[in-house]
């Protein structure tokens, strides 16, 4: 059959036998659920041919975990690998498998080398797209939402374990700044992504089908939402004007009068044009110091408007109420929306303000603690200047006794000298005194 003007892909699998569910499924578009298993077009061992006819040739080879990527062999011998290819080829290599995007490739038989699971196969295929499923309308703020995709080949599923490792998904939401709208200052968000591996809300890993999840604690009004699928290989993109409206159900915190000995209550408000009221139901947790929590549940609300109380709390510090209200839209669709967390403080109320016999038996207190601090005082500085004025005292003493013997011994001095004057008939006493003689000692206060 001729393929001319078309481009193909050929997809190759590595199917593992110990894999109960096999290395690559499909189903139509119409399903999510149900799986049948792709028509192969011929068993390879490692090895496959390409015709003249094909443009474009896609391998997705399955390799045993861990293993090394793979050598692909050209017709004429030469090898490339994950590392070293020409500008023409596109590969992603995963612990599990690869990615191989190959244009024009030359016919002939071609060859992988590597740890490739036995019983592959190929299958040509028309295109790759992602196949996303809508957001549900009216969609609300602080909703938990479970939306799918699947990369699909031919409108067939793509199922390959690893490949969510292989695929990288962004959600985004982008304003269509309308006026009036909660979100008209907004620019684009990344609000999620897109996973394969059997956690959150995700069912089974590897099973081909993706989980979104978006956080939809966004401003309320309209916007765009762009989901991509992209890797070296290819990026594919869907695209869907949608309208985030505010929640249905609103919960306010209503003070007491009197915090310390009132109730605190929640001021709970359904909007009956939205949701069922008969099938709305709340569940809040009060969270407190000292590791308090108390659960607060409302299965049925007798009124649009209701005050719901709060349990009765006494010990000082913050609270916090936070929790999730379960309801049925209009329309029939089940929706689950988280609440805004709430706060308030049980405050310790000040001490009364001291009586008037009070304030004077605290002043006489603090009038005899200054009159005793002004005592210490005085008499510290008594002490310390009398102190001084001993230490001047006896200085000034010692030298007054220094001058009086200094005195004395110069005039014993002299006199020593006038009668050696006398006894030597009037010799110089410069040229017979002797310096050794001269007595500076204090003399005895007895004289």
């Keep these: 059959m001729k393929l001319t003007g078309a481009k193909f892909y050929a997809i190759l699998f590595g199917i593992c036998s110990m894999l109960p569910y096999g290395g690559y499924t499909a189903t139509n578009t119409d399903s999510f659920s149900d799986y049948v298993p792709a028509p192969y077009a011929m068993e390879l061992k490692n090895r496959f041919r390409i015709d003249h006819e094909v443009e474009q040739v896609t391998l997705i080879v399955q390799r045993n975990y861990g293993s090394s990527p793979v050598v692909v062999v050209q017709p004429d011998g030469s090898k490339w690998y994950s590392s070293r290819h020409p500008g023409s080829v596109k590969w992603v290599d995963g612990i599990t498998g690869d990615i191989i995007a190959i244009a024009n490739p030359t016919p002939g038989p071609w060859q992988l080398l590597g740890d490739v699971l036995p019983g592959s196969k190929i299958e ?10 809508p957001l549900p309308q009216p969609l609300y703020q602080g909703e938990r939402l479970k939306i799918v995709a699947r990369l699909t080949a031919d409108d067939l599923t793509m199922r ?6 292989m695929i990288e998904w962004t959600s985004k939401f982008t304003s269509e700044h309308q006026p009036g709208d909660d979100n008209f200052a907004t620019g684009t968000i990344i609000v999620g992504a897109y996973k394969d591996n059997g956690e959150d809300l995700d069912e089974r890993p ?28 290819f990026e594919r993109e869907y695209n869907m004007p949608f309208l985030l409206s505010r929640q ?15 109730t605190w209550h929640l001021a709970i408000s359904v909007n009956e044009a939205e949701v069922l009221l008969s099938q709305t139901h709340l569940q809040f947790e009060l969270v ?23 349990p009765t709390v006494s010990e000082f510090g913050s609270y916090r109420v936070k929790g999730t209200v379960a309801s049925t839209a209009i329309r029939g669709r ?80 002299e006199t020593r000298l006038k009668e050696q004057e006398l006894k030597s008939g009037g010799a110089s006493s410069e040229d017979n005194l002797d310096l050794d003689d001269i007595d500076l000692m204090i003399p005895d206060d007895k004289g």
């Design 288 to 310: 407190g110091p000292a590791g308090l929590q108390i659960p607060v549940v409302l299965m049925d609300i007798p009124t649009p408007e209701y005050m719901l109380p709060l």
């Design 206 to 233: 590897d099973d081909g089908i993706f989980t979104g999840s978006t956080n939809l604690e966004q401003p309320a009004g309209h916007y765009k939402l762009s989901v991509t699928a992209r890797n070296n290989i």
């Design 334 to 413: 089940e929706i689950l929306l988280n609440i805004p967390e709430m706060f308030f403080n049980l405050i310790e109320p000040p001490a009364p303000p001291p009586s008037e016999e009070e304030l004077a038996e605290k002043a006489a207190k603090i009038a005899l603690v200054e009159e005793q601090k002004a005592k210490d005082d005085a008499i510290f500085w008594i002490a310390t200047v009398n102190g001084v004025l001993l230490f001047i005292g006896i200085i000034g003493f010692i030298i007054w006794r220094k001058k009086q013997a200094l005195s004395k011994a110069l005039a014993a001095a």
């Design 160 to 165: 390959m374990p690893g490949l969510d490792f």
């Design 124 to 133: 040509k295929v028309s295109k790759i797209n992602i196949d996303v499923e």
């Design 248 to 262: 249905p159900i609103n919960v306010k915190m209503i003070a007491p009068d009197d915090p310390l000995t009132g």
